[in-house]
């Protein structure tokens, strides 16, 4: 099993920046692939960013392309979500996700349905 905790986060102002960190245990937690998905209310779980378990390979959504940067620390056993250029529609409730496919090696999913460990969420906030 993979556990997963994200903190971080917060009320932040638009145009402002944030970081979010996941700090994961496991004994194959290096291995796999990792992503960042949000939640607004009354909305579907979409996803955010994906990093392979190497680090050396990204995907982001279109919507935050150019703002956001994921990044992974393995000797840390944690994974980030610098959040820069906020705008209020990123105010959301932020999960991390780890995918143990195989596939995951190789390639990144956008796929919530793909992802097989969660952590408990962390609200971020952007007032205009």
């Known amino acids: 099993q993979v556990q997963l905790v994200e903190s971080g986060g917060g009320l932040v102002q638009a145009g402002g920046s944030t970081r979010l960190s996941c700090a994961a245990s496991?004994?194959?937690?290096?291995?796999?692939?990792m992503g960042w998905f949000r939640q607004a209310p009354g909305k579907e779980r979409e996803f955010v960013s994906a990093?392979?378990?190497?680090?050396?390979?990204?995907y982001y959504a279109d919507s935050v392309k150019g703002r956001f940067t994921i990044s992974r620390d393995n000797a840390k056993s944690t994974v980030y979500l610098e959040m820069n250029s906020l705008k209020p529609e990123d105010t959301a409730v932020y999960y991390c996700?780890?995918?143990?496919?195989?596939?995951?090696?190789?390639?990144?999913?956008?796929?919530?349905?793909?992802?097989?460990?969660w952590g408990q969420g962390i609200q971020v906030t952007v007032s205009s």
């Open positions: 990093i392979r378990w190497s680090g050396d390979l990204t």
């Open positions: 496991g004994r194959t937690w290096s291995m796999y692939a």
């Open positions: 996700a780890a995918d143990s496919s195989p596939s995951s090696h190789y390639s990144l999913t956008r796929f919530p349905r793909e992802y097989d460990f």
